[in-house]
């Protein structure tokens, strides 16, 4: 069965620091990724896709993820994080498995930002 | 400005009383769902729709219904709501299903208490 893991429920870095939030999936053929960003009291927003192509792949806001084939793996990226930075963040597959549809989301990371 | 509304943005309510939370989107897009949010689980997909008349059931589907008589709309309903469905509530879209080029784009929430 399909599945989405975030290893970290929370992680705490101090701004200007560089940031990695893990990702790990199951998924039979080659997945549609999507990194989301939750903001409190928002609905999620779109950061970053991947599908084929380069693996290292740039979204929104200076974030990033690179995919690894050999580790199912996704995982998103910042250089230097900034206080605004702080919310939840869901890494999502796209999955289509014999006539279903979905979108599968991880549980999610929680990010709090240092001053 | 394209987007997925929901409404309410709040919904408190007693056990047994039907409810309908409504979703529309303004983007033409062909695939809807709904999703619940709960602490510890992330997002699970309730139902989906790929197009008008034709839904599916996502991982949690019991206790709620939907409908999809228009390409705009996709509401919610639970008929005889319980307190295990006090939850977030997400309403999302895309252009069509499960793909690079289809992100989803989420409504703001509903936040529906259930006593």
């Known amino acids: 069965a399909q599945s989405v893991t975030q290893p970290d429920i929370h992680i705490t870095v101090s701004e200007g620091a560089s940031l990695e939030l893990r990702c790990n999936y199951s998924?039979?053929?080659?997945?549609?990724l999507f990194w989301y960003v939750q903001s409190p009291g928002q609905g999620l927003q779109l950061l970053l896709k991947?599908?084929?192509?380069?693996?290292l792949v740039q979204g929104i806001k200076g974030f990033e993820a690179e995919f690894k084939r050999s580790q199912s793996s996704f995982n998103l990226r910042k250089p230097s994080v900034h206080w605004s930075d702080a919310a939840e963040y869901f890494c999502?597959?796209?999955?289509?498995?014999?006539?279903?549809?979905?979108?599968?989301f991880g549980t999610g990371t929680r990010l709090k930002v240092l001053a | 400005e394209a987007q997925v509304t929901q409404n309410p943005r709040y919904l408190i309510t007693v056990t047994g009383k039907k409810l309908t939370v409504t979703c529309s989107q303004n983007?033409?897009?062909?695939?809807m769902s709904w999703y619940r949010q709960d602490p510890g689980l992330g997002l699970r997909q309730i139902y989906y729709?790929?197009?008008?008349?034709?839904?599916d059931k996502g991982d949690v589907p019991e206790g709620y219904k939907v409908s999809r008589k228009e390409k705009r709309n996709f509401p919610l309903i639970l008929e005889s709501p319980s307190p295990n469905q006090t939850s977030l509530y997400f309403c999302?879209?895309?252009?069509?299903?499960?793909?690079?080029?289809?992100?989803?784009?989420f409504g703001n929430g509903t936040r529906l208490t259930v006593t």
């Open positions: 999302a879209s895309s252009p069509s299903g499960p793909s690079y080029n289809s992100p989803l784009h």
């Open positions: 998924y039979g053929a080659t997945p549609y």
């Open positions: 991947y599908f084929s192509g380069d693996t």
């Open positions: 999502a597959v796209g999955a289509i498995n014999s006539g279903t549809y979905k979108y599968i």
């Open positions: 983007m033409n897009h062909e695939y």
């Open positions: 729709s790929m197009n008008v008349e034709v839904t």
